[in-house]
């Protein structure tokens, strides 16, 4: 079992930046590959942002590449979701999770929701106009 849980969520105006945090517990954080997903209100859940269990390798909905970045820190067993430039449609509920792939390739990250363990409780950001 591999607990989640975000912080950082909150109310801000456009422009504004925000960082999410995801801390997790459970099982070696270096053998977890860590994604963020958002909903908006009567959406799908979408992929955001994906590091590799290795920290090398990241990847980007094109919707909020060079505005987001995600990153990790192995020795907090943290990942993080720096936003930028935050507009209006980027308000929804932010999900982590991860993917338990120690027998992976440490380089591989993951965007599809489905390839996914566990899930975090989602923290709500509201962007307003």
């Known amino acids: 079992q591999v607990q989640l849980v975000e912080s950082g969520g909150g109310l801000v105006q456009a422009g504004d930046s925000l960082r999410l945090s995801c801390a997790a517990s459970?099982?070696?954080?270096?053998?977890?590959?860590m994604g963020w997903f958002r909903q908006a209100p009567g959406k799908a859940r979408e992929f955001v942002a994906a590091?590799?269990?290795?920290?090398?390798?990241?990847g980007y909905a094109d919707s909020v590449k060079g505005r987001f970045t995600i990153s990790r820190d192995n020795a907090k067993n943290t990942v993080y979701l720096q936003m930028n430039s935050l507009r209006p449609e980027d308000t929804a509920v932010y999900y982590c999770?991860?993917?338990?792939?120690?027998?992976?390739?440490?380089?591989?990250?993951?965007?599809?929701?489905?390839?996914?363990?566990?899930w975090g409780q989602g923290t709500q950001v509201t962007v307003s106009s």
């Open positions: 459970g099982r070696t954080f270096s053998t977890l590959a």
């Open positions: 590091i590799s269990r290795s920290g090398g390798n990241t």
């Open positions: 999770a991860t993917k338990v792939s120690a027998a992976l390739p440490a380089r591989l990250y993951y965007s599809q929701p489905t390839m996914y363990d566990y």
